[in-house]
């Protein structure tokens, strides 16, 4: 098919008009930036392969929107340029090339890296050391007045004071500066918003950014007092009087020795290796950040290059955004389907239209649950926002409702399992959708597949592919089925060489010796996790004696409580259960757990409290060996206390306490004394 480029560029230029829209005015986009990004670059291309449809009002050429009514305008007195974008190594390369050629062949002396802040740029005005004007970057020439909002954000000063961060030596305010920044909202203010939308029953935002933006664009000054907002200054506009400044690196102290909030992030570097390098450092820590990046701006550090290399119609020369690999773009949802997990959790999960995004490829992703299906309600035939960030699972954002097909049919829940066909079910309270069938074969692969696993009894060899196989050849329909194995038929199986049958049996034979709370872990019972089957082990020290433990007998035990204790009880008093804890005895399983040592109870009635890092003890350990002693351990101290163990860097209250309430102070040996004859030592000196 060939694409008419007029065409073409028409539709680009229209949908970016509309994107813009949303974007600047409405801080409301339909789709991620980096889909946006795309556009853009789509269209820049077009453009310069076919230099007879240039036009200067093209989207390509201009940055933003259009101000919003809303506020009064501000015309910049300098321009509030955007960027231009690299998308990867060779890209920045090509823009160092760029330069050294403008400087005639001279490779730029250093550059400062800087984070690329997503949130929303604002110009702030100060005269004579007061902020009288702050603005938003608009559409570059003519921004929006947001002076009141501004002054609500604690990070922004209402005046600049010579040597705001200490270092105020022969620092002069000068009499006109105008500081350009990112607003932002960091994460944790965020999420602290959004938990306090859901406590209200109200919608939930979308994130940081749009938010950041939303806030500060507020008619009411106190809706953008109430949200937590923070600000970076990055940049100058235009400044008359104060220092002579050689590099851009240099107007970083000089800002914030005049109280501005600089990032502790930007870095100097003299080659485009080290670019690159700090490009990946930014990589690396980027979810470390409790706030959200999505680049790394480059700068020329020298202001007298910066003024050489000047600007193209759109942006600076001397300066580039390096992008980030997207988190968020939009594709199509072709199909909803459900999974079913090993304990018959039904979980709806989206086909995808395979698509770049966070570091790879994606073609499916979680929906969670029934409700979230709903509320977001996607359908198949949709597009949507695929989000990934970091080590994330992939998931659907939501749909690009302007994008959906006239008449697209809500999609609906199954109603049966769509392995056995038995009917689901979802437990009252709960928000999973379950298949009640205990045999149903997806269930029975889940329960093998954990049984086996790493974390539980470790039998090497045994990957979900075998599982898979011998589930469908009948070989296994639980647990206790492993140790009874048909090797001979197994050898006789494609893919299975003589060796991989002995590994196999081999793996299987050791497992038998695994540890009981291995075994507990391995069982899959709801709500035992590797630690309580170790709990559980320790506490009963045989399989039998759980077996016959009544639900006040677990919940009795250090660490447990009912609702192990129920989950435990019923699940022992399950014949089905019962018959696959026969087979494994049968095979000779480890069934006892470690040996129980009676541990003399020599702090009964007592209470310690221990303050600073013990030398002989972990945190655990000085816990349980006052409470296996029957003693108890708050964490502070009160007129109970028996006595206080000071450590290392004991808590400054705990001991001020202790001296008002005349209760002793113990050193380490003098704890361990106690420990053994539950008597207290005299005072520590
Ligand atoms: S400098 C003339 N530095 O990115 C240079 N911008 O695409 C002006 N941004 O409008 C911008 N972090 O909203 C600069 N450290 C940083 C930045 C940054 C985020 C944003 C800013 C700007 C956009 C450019």
Redesign the pocket.
């Known amino acids: 098919m060939t694409i008419d480029p007029a065409a073409r560029i028409a539709e680009l230029r229209q949908q970016l008009a509309r994107h813009n829209e949303s974007y600047y005015e409405n801080d409301d986009p339909e789709i991620p930036d980096a889909e946006y990004d795309l556009l853009v670059a789509e269209l820049r291309q077009l453009e310069d392969d076919h230099p007879e449809f240039a036009d200067g009002s093209s989207p390509s050429q201009t940055v933003g929107g259009a101000p919003n009514t809303q506020f009064a305008p501000v015309e910049h007195r300098q321009r509030?340029?955007?960027?231009g974008?690299a998308f990867d190594a060779d890209e920045l390369r090509d823009w160092a090339a760029k330069l050294e050629r403008a400087l005639d062949g001279q490779a730029v002396p250093a550059y400062v890296c800087?984070?690329?802040?997503?949130?929303?740029?604002v110009s702030l005005r100060y005269e004579d050391g007061e902020l009288v004007q702050a603005a938003t970057?608009g559409n570059g020439r003519v921004g929006e007045d947001v002076t009141h909002n501004v002054r609500t954000i604690a990070d922004i000063p209402h005046r600049l004071v010579a040597g705001g961060s200490g270092d105020s030596d022969g620092v002069v305010v000068p009499s006109v500066i105008e500081i350009?920044g990112?607003v932002y909202m960091a994460i944790a203010d965020f999420d602290a918003l959004n938990a306090a939308q859901v406590a209200a029953g109200e919608k939930t935002y979308v994130n940081p950014r749009n938010t950041a933006a939303g806030s500060l664009r507020q008619k009411d000054a106190t809706i953008t007092a109430s949200r937590k907002l923070s600000f970076?200054s990055?940049?100058l506009g235009e400044v008359v009087g104060g220092p002579e400044l050689d590099g851009h690196s240099d107007t970083f102290s000089f800002l914030a020795s005049l109280g501005m909030p600089v990032?502790e992030h930007a870095k100097v570097v003299q080659t485009i290796d080290e670019v690159w390098a700090f490009v990946e450092h930014v990589e690396a820590i980027r979810h470390d950040l409790p706030y959200e990046v999505d680049g790394v701006?480059v700068?020329v550090d020298s202001l007298a290059l910066q003024n050489t290399l000047g600007f193209t119609a759109r942006?600076?020369r001397w300066?580039i955004?390096y992008k980030l690999p997207p988190e968020e773009r939009t594709t199509k949802l072709l199909d909803i389907a459900v999974s079913v997990g090993a304990g018959g959790q039904v979980t709806p999960f989206a086909m995808l239209e395979p698509v770049f995004v966070g570091g790879s490829t994606v073609g499916t992703a979680t929906l969670h649950n029934q409700d979230q299906v709903r509320e977001k309600d996607v359908r198949p035939g949709d597009t949507v926002i695929v989000r990934k960030a970091g080590d994330v699972i992939p998931e659907v954002v939501g749909p690009v409702l302007s994008e959906r097909p006239k008449g697209l049919p809500e999609w609906v829940f199954p109603t049966e399992c769509p392995v056995c066909d038995t009917p689901l079910i979802r437990p009252e309270g709960e928000a999973r959708n379950r298949c009640p069938n205990y045999t149903c074969p997806q269930q029975v692969r889940g329960r093998i597949q954990h049984f086996v696993s790493r974390g539980a009894m470790d039998i090497e060899g045994f990957g979900e592919s075998r599982v898979d196989l011998f589930v469908s050849e009948g070989m296994l329909s639980d647990v206790g089925d492993i140790y009874s194995l048909d090797f001979e038929r197994i050898g006789a199986m494609e893919g299975f060489g003589e060796t991989s049958v002995t590994n196999l049996q081999s793996a299987i034979e050791e497992s038998k010796k695994m540890p009981l709370g291995n075994l507990l872990f391995g069982l899959r019972i709801q709500h035992v996790g590797a630690t309580v089957g170790e709990v559980l082990a320790a506490g009963f020290g045989n399989l039998d004696a759980i077996i016959a433990a009544e639900k006040e007998q677990i919940s009795d035990i250090e660490g447990l409580g009912p609702v192990i204790a129920d989950s435990v009880h019923a699940w022992f008093n399950d014949p089905d259960h019962l018959a696959v804890i026969d087979k494994l005895r049968a095979a000779g399983l480890n069934l006892e757990g470690p040996e129980l040592i009676d541990v003399p109870q020599t702090l009964e009635g007592l209470t310690v409290v221990v303050s600073g890092g013990l030398t002989g003890f972990s945190r655990d350990e000085v816990q349980t060996a006052i409470k296996s002693r029957g003693g108890k351990s708050p964490g502070s101290v009160s007129k109970k206390t028996t006595a206080l163990v000071l450590g290392e860097n004991p808590g400054g209250s705990k001991v001020t306490k202790a001296e008002e309430l005349g209760i002793p102070t113990l050193n380490e040996a003098q704890f361990v004394e106690l420990l053994e004859t539950g008597q207290v030592p005299d005072a520590a000196p």
């Not at 509030?80 to 960027?83: C, G, H, N, T």
């Not at 800087?114 to 740029?121: C, I, S, T, V, Y």
């Open positions: 509030m340029m955007s960027l974008n800087e984070l690329k802040f997503d949130g929303l740029a970057r350009r990112e970076w990055y940049q990032n701006v700068k942006a600076p300066a955004a």
